[in-house]
Protein backbone atom coordinates (compact mmCIF):
# COMPACT_ATOMS: atom_id res chain seq x y z
CA UNK A 1 0.00 0.00 0.00
CA UNK A 2 0.78 3.58 -0.59
CA UNK A 3 3.45 4.99 2.50
CA UNK A 4 3.63 1.44 3.61
CA UNK A 5 6.39 1.88 5.88
CA UNK A 6 8.96 -1.58 6.86
CA UNK A 7 9.36 -0.44 10.02
CA UNK A 8 5.47 0.14 11.01
CA UNK A 9 5.39 -3.73 10.17
CA UNK A 10 6.79 -5.08 13.81
CA UNK A 11 3.59 -5.93 16.59
CA UNK A 12 5.21 -3.38 18.73
CA UNK A 13 4.57 -0.59 16.08
CA UNK A 14 1.61 -2.08 15.00
CA UNK A 15 0.53 -1.28 19.07
CA UNK A 16 2.36 1.94 19.20
CA UNK A 17 0.79 3.83 15.92
CA UNK A 18 -2.29 4.38 16.83
CA UNK A 19 -1.90 5.55 20.05
CA UNK A 20 1.04 7.95 18.99
CA UNK A 21 -1.91 8.85 15.98
CA UNK A 22 -4.59 9.86 19.24
CA UNK A 23 -1.97 11.59 21.54
CA UNK A 24 -0.82 13.30 18.21
CA UNK A 25 -4.54 14.46 17.63
CA UNK A 26 -4.38 15.77 21.76
CA UNK A 27 -1.15 18.12 21.12
CA UNK A 28 -3.36 19.46 17.60
CA UNK A 29 -6.15 20.34 19.71
CA UNK A 30 -3.93 22.51 21.99
CA UNK A 31 -2.06 23.90 19.43
CA UNK A 32 -5.01 24.75 17.12
CA UNK A 33 -7.48 25.64 20.36
CA UNK A 34 -5.26 27.35 22.47
CA UNK A 35 -2.10 28.75 20.13
CA UNK A 36 -3.80 29.59 16.74
CA UNK A 37 -8.00 29.50 18.24
CA UNK A 38 -7.96 31.44 21.24
CA UNK A 39 -4.15 33.28 21.83
CA UNK A 40 -4.19 34.57 18.08
CA UNK A 41 -8.20 34.69 16.53
CA UNK A 42 -10.31 34.99 19.91
CA UNK A 43 -7.52 37.78 21.73
CA UNK A 44 -6.43 39.86 18.30
CA UNK A 45 -9.90 39.02 15.97
CA UNK A 46 -12.71 37.56 16.02
CA UNK A 47 -14.37 35.29 18.77
CA UNK A 48 -17.14 34.45 15.96
CA UNK A 49 -14.04 33.16 14.09
CA UNK A 50 -12.74 31.39 16.67
CA UNK A 51 -16.00 29.64 17.93
CA UNK A 52 -16.23 28.63 14.39
CA UNK A 53 -12.84 26.79 13.93
CA UNK A 54 -13.34 25.04 17.71
CA UNK A 55 -16.76 23.62 16.20
CA UNK A 56 -15.18 22.56 12.67
CA UNK A 57 -12.38 20.87 14.11
CA UNK A 58 -14.46 19.16 16.95
CA UNK A 59 -16.46 18.14 14.70
CA UNK A 60 -14.04 16.52 12.18
CA UNK A 61 -12.33 14.71 15.07
CA UNK A 62 -15.73 13.67 16.46
CA UNK A 63 -16.23 12.04 13.06
CA UNK A 64 -12.76 10.42 12.72
CA UNK A 65 -13.46 9.06 16.31
CA UNK A 66 -16.90 7.49 15.56
CA UNK A 67 -15.47 6.28 12.30
CA UNK A 68 -12.35 4.30 13.76
CA UNK A 69 -14.56 3.05 16.17
CA UNK A 70 -17.07 1.95 13.69
CA UNK A 71 -14.25 -0.06 11.90
CA UNK A 72 -13.28 -2.15 14.63
CA UNK A 73 -16.80 -2.82 15.86
CA UNK A 74 -18.30 -4.05 12.43
CA UNK A 75 -14.67 -6.04 11.48
CA UNK A 76 -13.38 -6.71 8.17
CA UNK A 77 -15.87 -9.35 7.58
CA UNK A 78 -15.37 -12.94 8.45
CA UNK A 79 -15.04 -16.01 5.92
CA UNK A 80 -17.98 -18.62 6.78
CA UNK A 81 -17.38 -22.05 7.07
CA UNK A 82 -18.05 -23.82 3.47
CA UNK A 83 -18.55 -27.28 2.86
CA UNK A 84 -16.37 -29.13 0.01
CA UNK A 85 -17.23 -29.29 -3.87
CA UNK A 86 -18.66 -32.44 -5.00
CA UNK A 87 -15.97 -32.46 -7.22
CA UNK A 88 -17.29 -36.15 -8.48
CA UNK A 89 -20.78 -35.21 -8.58
CA UNK A 90 -21.50 -38.38 -5.57
CA UNK A 91 -24.49 -36.40 -4.76
CA UNK A 92 -23.75 -36.29 -1.52
CA UNK A 93 -25.82 -33.86 0.66
CA UNK A 94 -22.86 -33.16 3.13
CA UNK A 95 -20.98 -31.55 -0.11
CA UNK A 96 -21.50 -28.18 -2.10
CA UNK A 97 -22.71 -28.96 -5.87
CA UNK A 98 -19.88 -27.22 -8.15
CA UNK A 99 -20.46 -23.52 -9.08
CA UNK A 100 -20.19 -23.07 -13.08
CA UNK A 101 -17.12 -21.05 -12.46
CA UNK A 102 -14.39 -21.32 -9.34
CA UNK A 103 -10.81 -20.06 -9.01
CA UNK A 104 -8.89 -23.29 -8.97
CA UNK A 105 -4.51 -24.22 -8.88
CA UNK A 106 -3.78 -25.44 -12.03
CA UNK A 107 -5.10 -29.33 -11.83
CA UNK A 108 -8.19 -27.08 -11.44
CA UNK A 109 -8.73 -27.92 -7.68
CA UNK A 110 -10.53 -25.31 -5.73
CA UNK A 111 -8.74 -23.95 -2.71
CA UNK A 112 -8.88 -24.98 0.98
CA UNK A 113 -7.63 -22.84 4.13
CA UNK A 114 -6.31 -25.70 6.75
CA UNK A 115 -6.69 -22.88 9.68
CA UNK A 116 -10.32 -22.69 8.96
CA UNK A 117 -11.14 -26.37 7.92
CA UNK A 118 -12.94 -25.01 4.83
CA UNK A 119 -13.43 -23.87 0.97
CA UNK A 120 -12.23 -20.24 0.64
CA UNK A 121 -14.02 -17.98 -1.63
CA UNK A 122 -11.52 -15.57 -3.89
CA UNK A 123 -10.37 -12.58 -2.76
CA UNK A 124 -9.98 -14.06 1.09
CA UNK A 125 -6.97 -13.81 3.19
CA UNK A 126 -6.11 -15.49 6.25
CA UNK A 127 -5.02 -12.46 8.50
CA UNK A 128 -2.56 -12.94 11.55
CA UNK A 129 -3.98 -9.70 12.73
CA UNK A 130 -7.46 -11.02 13.21
CA UNK A 131 -6.75 -14.46 13.09
CA UNK A 132 -9.45 -15.41 11.01
CA UNK A 133 -9.89 -15.67 6.80
CA UNK A 134 -11.22 -11.89 5.98
CA UNK A 135 -14.04 -11.42 3.34
CA UNK A 136 -12.52 -9.14 0.13
CA UNK A 137 -8.91 -8.56 2.29
CA UNK A 138 -7.85 -4.89 1.52
CA UNK A 139 -4.72 -4.84 3.53
CA UNK A 140 -4.21 -4.21 7.79
CA UNK A 141 -3.64 -0.41 8.46
CA UNK A 142 -1.07 0.14 11.04
CA UNK A 143 -2.25 4.01 11.60
CA UNK A 144 -6.20 2.50 12.88
CA UNK A 145 -4.85 -0.99 13.90
CA UNK A 146 -7.09 -3.10 12.29
CA UNK A 147 -7.69 -4.71 9.01
CA UNK A 148 -9.82 -3.37 6.34
CA UNK A 149 -11.82 -5.64 4.14
CA UNK A 150 -15.73 -6.37 2.53
CA UNK A 151 -17.52 -5.24 5.72
CA UNK A 152 -15.81 -2.41 7.16
CA UNK A 153 -14.18 -0.67 3.92
CA UNK A 154 -16.48 2.30 3.57
CA UNK A 155 -16.01 3.42 6.87
CA UNK A 156 -12.34 3.55 6.14
CA UNK A 157 -13.20 5.58 3.30
CA UNK A 158 -15.19 8.17 5.92
CA UNK A 159 -12.28 7.99 8.13
CA UNK A 160 -9.68 9.31 5.60
CA UNK A 161 -12.46 11.47 4.42
CA UNK A 162 -13.26 13.35 7.92
CA UNK A 163 -9.38 13.50 9.08
CA UNK A 164 -8.14 14.56 5.49
CA UNK A 165 -11.03 17.39 6.12
CA UNK A 166 -10.13 17.89 9.57
CA UNK A 167 -6.13 19.25 8.80
CA UNK A 168 -7.69 21.21 5.80
CA UNK A 169 -9.33 23.62 7.87
CA UNK A 170 -6.49 23.71 10.21
CA UNK A 171 -3.96 24.59 7.39
CA UNK A 172 -6.47 27.07 5.95
CA UNK A 173 -7.09 29.04 8.99
CA UNK A 174 -3.24 28.73 9.70
CA UNK A 175 -2.24 30.17 6.70
CA UNK A 176 -4.98 33.16 6.99
CA UNK A 177 -3.48 34.18 10.66
CA UNK A 178 0.27 33.55 10.28
CA UNK A 179 0.92 37.30 9.11
CA UNK A 180 -1.27 38.73 11.83
CA UNK A 181 0.47 35.99 14.40
CA UNK A 182 4.26 37.43 13.08
CA UNK A 183 3.27 40.83 13.58
CA UNK A 184 3.23 40.63 17.13
CA UNK A 185 5.53 37.85 18.09
CA UNK A 186 5.52 34.03 16.04
CA UNK A 187 3.95 31.29 18.07
CA UNK A 188 5.84 27.93 17.00
CA UNK A 189 3.10 26.18 18.04
CA UNK A 190 2.01 27.16 14.52
CA UNK A 191 5.52 26.11 13.17
CA UNK A 192 4.30 22.53 14.30
CA UNK A 193 0.85 22.72 12.62
CA UNK A 194 2.24 23.12 9.57
CA UNK A 195 4.73 20.46 9.56
CA UNK A 196 1.86 17.76 10.78
CA UNK A 197 -1.05 19.68 8.36
CA UNK A 198 1.21 19.27 5.16
CA UNK A 199 2.21 15.52 6.92
CA UNK A 200 -1.28 14.25 6.89
CA UNK A 201 -2.70 16.40 3.73
CA UNK A 202 -0.47 14.85 1.25
CA UNK A 203 -0.88 11.06 2.48
CA UNK A 204 -4.58 11.40 3.17
CA UNK A 205 -5.15 12.42 -0.60
CA UNK A 206 -2.90 10.32 -2.22
CA UNK A 207 -4.46 7.36 -0.06
CA UNK A 208 -7.90 8.80 -0.36
CA UNK A 209 -7.80 9.21 -4.13
CA UNK A 210 -6.24 5.57 -4.27
CA UNK A 211 -8.97 4.35 -2.96
CA UNK A 212 -11.58 6.03 -4.84
CA UNK A 213 -9.84 4.02 -7.95
CA UNK A 214 -10.05 1.34 -6.26
CA UNK A 215 -13.78 1.47 -5.29
CA UNK A 216 -14.34 2.58 -9.33
CA UNK A 217 -12.29 -0.30 -10.57
CA UNK A 218 -13.59 -2.93 -8.34
CA UNK A 219 -10.36 -3.60 -6.69
CA UNK A 220 -8.15 -4.07 -3.60
CA UNK A 221 -5.16 -3.10 -2.10
CA UNK A 222 -3.56 -6.42 -2.56
CA UNK A 223 -4.68 -6.69 -5.77
CA UNK A 224 -2.56 -4.25 -6.73
CA UNK A 225 0.20 -5.19 -4.94
CA UNK A 226 0.00 -8.78 -6.18
CA UNK A 227 0.26 -7.09 -10.12
CA UNK A 228 3.30 -4.77 -8.90
CA UNK A 229 5.14 -7.81 -6.84
CA UNK A 230 4.26 -10.10 -10.66
CA UNK A 231 5.92 -6.68 -12.48
CA UNK A 232 8.82 -6.57 -10.36
CA UNK A 233 9.57 -10.35 -10.63
CA UNK A 234 9.27 -10.20 -14.32
CA UNK A 235 11.95 -7.50 -14.41
CA UNK A 236 14.07 -8.11 -12.10
CA UNK A 237 13.20 -11.61 -10.06
CA UNK A 238 13.26 -9.34 -6.67
CA UNK A 239 10.88 -10.53 -3.69
CA UNK A 240 8.69 -13.23 -3.54
CA UNK A 241 8.13 -15.08 -6.61
CA UNK A 242 4.81 -14.11 -8.74
CA UNK A 243 4.32 -14.68 -11.76
CA UNK A 244 0.69 -13.63 -11.86
CA UNK A 245 -0.70 -16.23 -13.30
CA UNK A 246 -4.40 -17.61 -11.94
CA UNK A 247 -6.79 -20.42 -12.88
CA UNK A 248 -10.51 -20.86 -13.44
CA UNK A 249 -12.55 -23.79 -13.20
CA UNK A 250 -15.26 -23.32 -15.80
CA UNK A 251 -17.98 -25.41 -16.51
CA UNK A 252 -18.55 -26.86 -20.14
CA UNK A 253 -21.65 -28.82 -20.91
CA UNK A 254 -20.97 -32.36 -18.83
CA UNK A 255 -17.47 -31.25 -18.68
CA UNK A 256 -14.92 -28.84 -17.18
CA UNK A 257 -12.19 -27.25 -18.09
CA UNK A 258 -9.08 -25.27 -16.59
CA UNK A 259 -8.54 -21.31 -17.71
CA UNK A 260 -5.36 -19.41 -17.58
CA UNK A 261 -5.43 -15.63 -16.48
CA UNK A 262 -3.63 -13.11 -15.27
CA UNK A 263 -3.68 -11.40 -11.71
CA UNK A 264 -3.65 -8.09 -13.83
CA UNK A 265 -7.21 -8.82 -15.13
CA UNK A 266 -10.01 -7.23 -13.87
CA UNK A 267 -12.27 -10.11 -13.53
CA UNK A 268 -14.79 -9.01 -10.93
CA UNK A 269 -15.62 -5.32 -12.36
CA UNK A 270 -18.87 -4.54 -13.25
CA UNK A 271 -18.11 -1.38 -14.64
CA UNK A 272 -18.04 2.44 -13.12
CA UNK A 273 -21.47 3.08 -12.33
CA UNK A 274 -22.06 -1.00 -10.65
CA UNK A 275 -19.17 -0.93 -8.74
CA UNK A 276 -20.14 2.63 -6.50
CA UNK A 277 -23.75 1.57 -6.22
CA UNK A 278 -22.67 -2.03 -4.56
CA UNK A 279 -20.07 -0.64 -2.27
CA UNK A 280 -22.37 1.77 -0.76
CA UNK A 281 -25.51 -0.12 -1.19
CA UNK A 282 -24.72 -3.80 -1.63
CA UNK A 283 -22.46 -4.48 1.10
CA UNK A 284 -19.48 -3.85 -0.64
CA UNK A 285 -19.93 -7.18 -2.83
CA UNK A 286 -20.34 -7.16 -6.88
CA UNK A 287 -23.29 -9.22 -6.40
CA UNK A 288 -27.03 -10.01 -5.15
CA UNK A 289 -28.34 -6.52 -5.57
CA UNK A 290 -32.03 -6.30 -7.03
CA UNK A 291 -32.64 -2.74 -7.65
CA UNK A 292 -31.54 -0.80 -10.73
CA UNK A 293 -28.58 0.25 -11.51
CA UNK A 294 -29.65 3.73 -12.16
CA UNK A 295 -27.59 7.43 -12.18
CA UNK A 296 -30.18 8.47 -9.18
CA UNK A 297 -28.73 5.44 -7.78
CA UNK A 298 -25.14 6.21 -8.45
CA UNK A 299 -25.55 10.09 -7.20
CA UNK A 300 -27.68 8.81 -3.71
CA UNK A 301 -24.57 6.68 -3.42
CA UNK A 302 -21.86 9.59 -3.86
CA UNK A 303 -23.93 11.72 -1.14
CA UNK A 304 -23.93 8.40 1.10
CA UNK A 305 -19.99 8.31 0.82
CA UNK A 306 -19.57 11.84 1.30
CA UNK A 307 -21.84 12.93 3.94
CA UNK A 308 -21.78 12.14 7.52
CA UNK A 309 -23.24 9.59 9.77
CA UNK A 310 -26.14 8.60 6.41
CA UNK A 311 -24.19 5.69 5.51
CA UNK A 312 -24.13 3.98 9.27
CA UNK A 313 -27.37 2.24 8.96
CA UNK A 314 -26.94 1.85 4.88
CA UNK A 315 -23.70 -0.01 5.72
CA UNK A 316 -25.07 -1.89 8.64
CA UNK A 317 -28.46 -3.01 6.44
CA UNK A 318 -26.68 -4.24 3.38
CA UNK A 319 -24.15 -6.91 5.12
CA UNK A 320 -27.33 -8.79 5.73
CA UNK A 321 -26.62 -12.81 4.63
CA UNK A 322 -28.25 -15.76 5.51
CA UNK A 323 -25.99 -17.32 8.22
CA UNK A 324 -27.29 -20.82 7.96
CA UNK A 325 -25.52 -23.48 5.76
CA UNK A 326 -27.75 -26.30 6.76
CA UNK A 327 -31.12 -24.35 6.23
CA UNK A 328 -30.13 -23.35 2.66
CA UNK A 329 -28.79 -24.84 -0.24
CA UNK A 330 -25.67 -25.37 -0.04
CA UNK A 331 -24.67 -23.44 -3.75
CA UNK A 332 -26.48 -20.56 -3.15
CA UNK A 333 -24.71 -20.39 0.44
CA UNK A 334 -21.22 -20.40 -1.33
CA UNK A 335 -22.48 -17.77 -3.70
CA UNK A 336 -23.78 -15.63 -1.14
CA UNK A 337 -19.83 -15.29 -0.12
CA UNK A 338 -17.82 -15.99 -3.61
CA UNK A 339 -17.82 -12.48 -5.85
CA UNK A 340 -19.21 -12.62 -9.20
CA UNK A 341 -17.05 -12.89 -12.15
CA UNK A 342 -17.69 -9.94 -15.18
CA UNK A 343 -19.63 -11.06 -18.54
CA UNK A 344 -16.17 -9.72 -20.26
CA UNK A 345 -14.15 -12.60 -18.35
CA UNK A 346 -17.09 -14.91 -18.85
CA UNK A 347 -17.12 -14.54 -22.77
CA UNK A 348 -13.11 -14.70 -22.11
CA UNK A 349 -13.10 -18.07 -20.75
CA UNK A 350 -15.77 -19.48 -23.72
CA UNK A 351 -13.04 -18.24 -26.17
CA UNK A 352 -10.89 -19.83 -24.46
CA UNK A 353 -12.59 -22.89 -24.33
CA UNK A 354 -13.75 -22.57 -28.12
CA UNK A 355 -9.98 -22.30 -29.13
CA UNK A 356 -8.67 -25.47 -27.36
CA UNK A 357 -6.41 -23.21 -25.01
CA UNK A 358 -8.48 -24.64 -21.51
CA UNK A 359 -7.55 -27.78 -20.40
CA UNK A 360 -9.20 -30.62 -18.56
CA UNK A 361 -9.05 -30.48 -14.83
CA UNK A 362 -6.64 -33.36 -13.16
CA UNK A 363 -8.92 -34.70 -11.38
CA UNK A 364 -11.60 -35.41 -14.09
CA UNK A 365 -8.42 -36.98 -15.96
CA UNK A 366 -7.70 -39.34 -12.87
CA UNK A 367 -11.58 -40.38 -13.09
CA UNK A 368 -12.12 -40.89 -16.32
CA UNK A 369 -8.88 -43.64 -16.20
CA UNK A 370 -10.35 -45.37 -13.10
CA UNK A 371 -13.51 -45.75 -15.12
CA UNK A 372 -11.58 -47.07 -18.20
CA UNK A 373 -9.55 -49.55 -15.79
CA UNK A 374 -12.86 -50.90 -13.90
CA UNK A 375 -14.15 -51.77 -17.52
CA UNK A 376 -14.82 -55.79 -18.16
CA UNK A 377 -12.13 -56.67 -21.06
CA UNK A 378 -13.81 -57.18 -24.34
CA UNK A 379 -12.06 -60.02 -25.82
Excluded at 265 to 287: A, C, L, P, S
Excluded at 297 to 310: D, E
Excluded at 327 to 356: M, N, V, W
Amino acid sequence: MIFDVPCLKSQLAKTVTPIAIVLLLGYCDFAVGWALGHQEIWRYHSHGVAITLWVLVGFCQVMVFIYWALIFIIGPGKHPILPLFDLFDTGDPQLCPLPDMFNCDASGYPFYESSINSLVVPRSFFSKNVHYQVLKYDHYCVWIGMVIGESNYMFFLKFMQWFLTNFVIILVMTIRYTPANARHGFNWNLLIIYIGSAFWIIMLVAMFGVHLRYVSLELTTLDELTVKQMHRWAKHRRGREELGIRYVNVAHGNDRRVVQFTAADRIYTKGFKQNWINMVFNGNRNHGYTKPYSTARLLLAWVITFLPLVDIPVVFSSRRRRSDPEATDKLAYYHQYSPEYSEEFRAYCRRQIDQGIAYRPTYMKIESHSSQESLPSQN
